[in-house]
């Protein structure tokens, strides 16, 4: 799994962004490419903000137990599985701000750097270590890049 704290692979991923445009359509998939970028950034902005409400301990436990192995996992998500609740989008969105916002997310995660995510709390998992979130930002957005052709 290539490593997204690298200047490197962000560098990569930015460009696989850039090469979107708003008339960029899905190889699979509902998504409109403005709700996929927004949809991208529902992971960040479970991270930078409180936008998203916490899940309770009960809720936790079982995305715990179901959930995290395939989300922290090295392997690749199937097309068309199924999102969290949080992360549908079903309104439309403006391409450029969500890119803009992608993108934005994208380099200030790896300006933090994968020490500041060792042990870092997340939402739905609980602790994870910077391999279970290198993997977590990476997948998914490789996953939804991959599903727009870039």
Known sequence: MKN??????????????ENLTSETQPIW?????????????????????????????????????????????????????RTAPQFLITDEKVFATEKQRLIDYI???????????????????GKLTKKEWNNMFYKHLDHHLTQFGV
């Open 4 to 17: 997204i704290f690298t200047k490197e692979v962000t560098e990569e991923v930015i460009q696989r962004i």
């Open 29 to 81: 998939g509902k998504m409109s490419v403005a709700q996929m970028l927004a949809h991208c950034c529902v992971t960040y902005e479970m991270i930078y903000t409180d936008k998203h409400p916490k899940p309770n301990a009960f809720t936790k436990f079982m995305l715990k137990l179901f959930v995290k192995k395939i989300v922290v996992s090295e392997k690749s998500y199937a097309k068309n599985g």
């Open 107 to 125: 380099n200030q995660t790896q300006k933090l750097g994968a020490t500041y995510f060792e042990g870092k709390e997340s939402n739905s998992f």
